[in-house]
């Protein structure tokens, strides 16, 4: 019927065998999640039922997630008034998919729902925050939407005027070369397309490249879609998509494996030959300004951050602990490692990663957001340089609208922070 995975996934949501792109509907929420701004969404969700004469109660408390990740742990008065208040609204609509800023189960949201088998393939998913994106790697529909929005999610269970958006198809063929990650297809995409190149559309991903990569990889794709304008980004699930949800993520039931039809219409077609690709560095002071590592290799960086929801796998600080051990990071560098969960984390010591990358003379931080925002970890001095491994460079993003953030793999990350320059791994027996 020439229905991308998308527009099926939508259908699916109203009882529909089909819908058209620009049709406006009203599709069923299979998971809503929210951060410390959840905060916010509560304000909202209450005066919904004021002059009701009820008591505020949402639609389903087993379809609501909230992962403190933003603040941990919490910086001031205020985003501790904020958690509590969440906590004691938990607790009274018994929402169990709650992750407080804990050692055992806690993390960064983007990483916690897919690997606690919250992310279904097929499912409609929201959440108050952008990277939401991310969890189209798992082959839904998802993305993010305001406090406002979210509290109507709550108390209906669905989103209301959504617009049936077009897809452009992204097909990435090749073996990626040595030090070319899935990070780098990304920028390099951003790059390619713009910031606005995928404005209110889907991309979704394709080719062997794709076919052939990890789930970690492809949540690092897909996070980052929103970079490039896009409502979400979105993996067609497949065996790797069974795998992940079977192995890592523990799920049990029915995995529903929504493809686009092979006569699919979409908005545009890219293609990407990833053996030409090298190291990509995205530079200051937007996501889509975006340079083969060869035009600034040698830019003097002062601090290295490694993590977050688009980097901060267990295969991430696999490789940059590799590049570390038994070698010492440059005394001009502060190195920032920040796992996206507390599962990773764990993982990580027990595999000594954790040990290799702190001998080296990195910091390995709790679980959380960190300097990605520049709130309450890591903010930079003033004419200062980052390279990171997150996913946004805007002016003052880690803190200080007078410093520089340019953002990479985490191998590139890695190397650069032995150097104390931006280094191009592949010029190297690193």
């Not at 977050?308 to 295969?315: E, H, M, V």
């Not at 993982?347 to 990358?357: F, M, P, Q, T």
Request: hydrophobic residues 40%; negative net charge.
């Amino acid at each position: 019927m020439q229905q991308t995975v998308v527009q099926k996934i939508l259908a699916k949501s109203i009882n529909n065998d089909f819908v058209a792109v620009g049709d406006v509907i009203e599709p069923t929420v299979n998971l809503a999640m929210s951060h410390e701004n959840g905060a916010l969404v509560l304000n909202q969700f209450n005066e919904i039922y004021n002059g009701l004469g009820v008591e505020p109660k949402v639609w389903d408390p087993s379809k609501i997630a909230i992962i403190f990740d933003h603040r941990v742990p919490a910086e001031s008065k205020k985003t501790a008034t904020n958690q509590k208040k969440v906590r004691e609204f938990v607790a009274s609509q018994g929402i169990t998919k709650f992750h407080d800023i804990r050692g055992d189960e806690g993390g960064i949201c983007h990483q916690i729902l897919p690997e606690m088998g919250y992310v279904m393939p097929g499912s409609v998913i929201v959440g108050t925050d952008s990277h939401t994106t991310t969890h189209g790697a798992l082959g839904a529909f998802s993305f993010g939407i305001g406090a406002t929005e979210m509290a109507s999610v709550w108390t209906l269970g669905k989103i209301l005027n959504v617009e049936v958006p077009p897809t452009i198809k992204v097909v990435i063929n090749g073996e990626l070369p040595k030090y070319v990650s899935p990070k780098d297809i990304i920028l390099h995409l951003i790059g390619k397309i713009s910031a606005e190149g995928a404005n209110f559309k889907v991309l979704e991903f394709h080719g062997s490249t794709i076919k052939n990569m990890s789930t970690s990889g492809r949540l690092t794709i897909c996070n980052m879609a929103v970079e490039a304008g896009a409502t979400s980004g979105i993996v067609p699930a497949d065996e790797e998509t069974v795998r992940y949800l079977r192995d890592v993520a523990g799920v049990k039931g029915e995995i529903d494996m929504i493809q686009p039809d092979e006569d699919a219409i979409y908005h545009q077609v890219v293609e990407i030959d990833a053996t030409q690709l090298v190291p990509q560095i995205a530079c200051p002071h937007t996501v889509d300004n975006v340079k083969p590592i060869t035009e600034v290799e040698g830019t003097k960086v002062h601090q290295i951050v490694i993590g977050s929801c688009t980097n901060g796998r267990l295969d991430d600080i696999a490789i940059a602990a590799k590049v570390l051990k038994g070698k010492k990071v440059s005394k001009d560098v502060r190195m920032l490692v920040f796992p996206a969960s507390a599962r990773i984390y764990n993982e990580a010591i027990e595999l000594g990663y954790v040990s290799d990358l702190m001998k080296a003379g990195a910091v390995v931080m709790n679980s959380g957001c960190g300097p990605c925002l520049g709130i309450h970890q890591g903010a930079l001095g003033d004419g200062e340089v980052a390279l990171a491994t997150t996913n946004r460079n805007f002016k003052g993003r880690m803190g200080n609208p007078v410093s520089d953030v340019y953002l990479s793999s985490p191998v590139v990350a890695a190397v650069s922070a032995l150097t104390g320059v931006i280094t191009n791994p592949q010029k190297g027996d690193f």
